[in-house]
Structures are given as structure tokens and as C-alpha cells.
């Protein structure tokens, strides 16, 4: 692994466990093992830090959403894999979405970071919404209203099952918060 991605590895790890203002360039720096001024000459400052993080989450997931619908598998199943992303960003319940922290701290954030934020939060909606749209094509969801209104509330109720389960340290408060969205999904394969 290069210096660069090890920094935001270790940049995006402790943007989701302690927030954006919760690390330093000094402490990334130690970590990677490099002095701190040749943070500077990877990254010129730490808001140029948390763009190339979000640029790299957010592409990742764009992929993601690729790499799925190239799969062309229900709309309940778009769904179901989702929540299982979101999930899986718990960890162990000590971290949490990325945008999500962002959402929080954007008044410290550069503009530019913060539009990067709402287009991604968009993106999701999107997307969600055209699995909404998919599920009531193949039956795949039950009880679908307007896919961009199921796809919003979808996604709120995802980041507020995020942050309840970030807050208790406890991935169970997701499971629970989803459990009714997920009665609703028709999986009819992998």
C-alpha cells in the first residue's frame, strides 16, 4: 500500500469513529509513520484531506451502484443489498457513514465539500428511488408509494438507524430501525 492510500485509510477511519475536527494531521502522520510536514506534500491542507476522502467513499459507492445494477436483480433486492452496506459501515457500531459526519459538521467544512455531500445524499435518493420504481415493476417490494418519496424516507430512516446505532454502540438499534423496511423486501436470490 502506497503512503497516500494508508493516509486515507487511516484519514476515513477516524473521520467515521471520531468525526472530521476528532483527528489531526500530527496523529495521521505518526500513524502511517511519516514526519507531519510530508502530510503537506500529499495533502496542502486537511479540508484538501476530507475532499479526497469523500471523493474516494462516494466513488466506491458510486461503483457500487454500478456493479449492481450491471447484476439487474429485483428492486427488493437492490433494496436488501443496501441495507446490507449500511449495515456493514457500522462495524461494530463504532462507526458510521461518512456523509453522515459530514451532515453534522458542515458548518467546519469548505462549500465545495459540503456540495459534494448534498450531491451525494441526491445520488443515493436516485438510485433508491429506481429501486422503488423496479420494485413495483417485479413485485419485489410490498406497500410502495412514490418511489422518490419511499427512496427519501428510505434514506432518512437509514442515516437515523446509523446514528442511533453509532450512539448506543450497538448495531442492533439498525437492525431494529430497518426491520420493517426489510418486511417489506421480497429477496428472490443472490
Known amino acids: ?5 494508508a493516509i486515507l485509510d ?3 477511519d477516524a473521520a467515521r469513529q471520531q468525526g472530521s475536527n476528532g483527528f489531526s494531521i500530527g496523529r495521521l502522520a505518526k500513524s502511517v509513520g511519516i514526519q507531519k510536514a510530508s502530510m503537506f506534500h500529499h ?6 484531506l476530507l475532499d479526497a476522502v469523500f471523493e474516494r467513499y462516494s466513488q466506491e ?3 457500487w451502484f454500478d456493479d449492481l445494477d450491471k447484476k439487474q436483480v429485483t428492486g427488493g433486492e437492490r433494496v436488501s443489498r443496501y441495507l446490507d452496506l449500511t449495515r456493514d459501515i457500522l462495524q461494530d457500531g463504532d462507526s458510521i457513514c461518512l ?4 451532515c453534522v459538521e458542515q458548518e467546519s467544512l469548505q462549500d465545495e465539500l459540503v456540495d459534494e455531500v448534498r450531491i451525494f445524499q441526491k445520488r443515493n435518493v436516485k ?10 415493476r417485479d413485485n419485489s417490494i410490498k406497500n410502495v408509494g412514490s418511489p422518490k418519496a419511499e427512496a427519501a424516507a428510505c434514506l432518512s430512516l437509514i442515516d437515523g438507524a446509523l446514528v442511533s446505532a453509532r450512539l448506543h ?6 437492525d ?3 426491520k420493517l423496511l426489510r418486511s417489506r423486501l421480497r429477496r428472490t436470490g443472490k
Open 61 to 63: 459507492i458510486y461503483l
Open 176 to 178: 431494529n430501525a430497518v
Open 10 to 12: 487511516l484519514a476515513e
Open 1 to 5: 500500500m502506497n503512503t497516500r492510500t
Open 43 to 48: 495533502f496542502p491542507s486537511k479540508p484538501d
Open 99 to 102: 456523509s453522515i459526519v459530514l
Open 127 to 136: 438510485w433508491l428511488a429506481q429501486s422503488f420504481k423496479a420494485g413495483l
Open 169 to 174: 454502540n450497538d448495531v442492533t438499534h439498525y
